[in-house]
């Protein structure tokens, strides 16, 4: 299965500010995928990033809030805008992974806390 | 709303009882996953479940997928306490867009 590096671990943030999650997978996929998960909840998937064209976000999640870049097939980064309270979460990145298996990796997880 | 419900939300075992969390989807799925999320970690993927009917082991963890691929249980027997945390069912369907939607997962402690 892939591998996935996700930084930062946690942060804790001001509330006004932004702050940019990356990932990096150590083999070329076509999507990345981001969640978000509330404290105590399930994942909720935020958007998919595709290589070369406009990440697609899911209802409730529009783009000037959670700007998505995917320069290349293995890198992906997701910036929480303009943050308030409510926006601590614990945000993740996930792959599809292709072999017999199936399935998704994650990576670890972004701990934001925003006061 | 959820279009993936997860029961029980909670349940707390004496080491050694069995467990079983229970998964029913709104629409059919064409495959539906499951995953074990440990207490401050990530999600990882246990097993995926394709065909109707489908009953795949892992040693003492026992997937289900229903004959109507709208439901699917997660069994396991003689719980230790390597087994806390929260598992999650995550299902794939037409209805879904094809896209992975997790229900509300199960949060399973273990008392020794």
């Known amino acids: 299965s892939a591998v996935i590096s996700q930084k930062p671990s946690r942060d804790i943030c001001q509330r006004g500010t932004s702050l940019t999650i990356q990932c990096q997978v150590d083999?070329?996929?076509?999507?990345m995928f981001w969640y978000r998960q509330q404290p105590g909840q399930s994942l909720t998937l935020i958007a998919t990033?595709?290589?070369?064209?406009?990440?697609?976000?899911e209802s409730g999640f529009v783009i000037d809030k959670f700007p998505i870049s995917r320069p290349n097939l293995t890198f992906s980064t997701l910036t929480v805008s303009n943050m308030s309270p409510e926006d601590s979460s614990i945000y993740l990145c996930s792959v599809e992974d292709y072999g017999e298996k199936g399935g998704y990796t994650f990576g670890s997880g972004t701990r934001l806390t925003v006061v | 709303g959820q279009q993936v419900m997860q029961i029980p939300q909670y349940q707390h075992v004496q080491e050694g009882e069995d467990f079983t969390t229970y998964c029913n989807s709104s629409t059919t799925l064409s495959n539906i996953q499951w995953y074990k999320q440990r207490p401050g970690g990530h999600p990882v993927f246990l097993i995926q479940?394709?065909?109707?009917?489908e009953v795949k082991k892992q040693k003492r963890l026992t997937f289900q997928f229903g004959e109507a691929k709208k439901n699917s249980s997660l069994h396991i027997t003689a719980t230790q306490t390597t087994d806390v945390g929260t598992y999650f069912c995550?299902?794939?369907?037409?209805?879904?867009?094809?896209?992975?939607?997790f229900g509300a997962g199960t949060i399973l402690r273990v008392k020794s």
């Open positions: 990033a595709n290589q070369g064209s406009e990440a697609t976000y």
């Open positions: 083999s070329q996929v076509t999507m």
């Open positions: 995550a299902g794939i369907g037409w209805e879904y867009g094809n896209k992975l939607v």
């Open positions: 479940l394709v065909k109707s009917g």
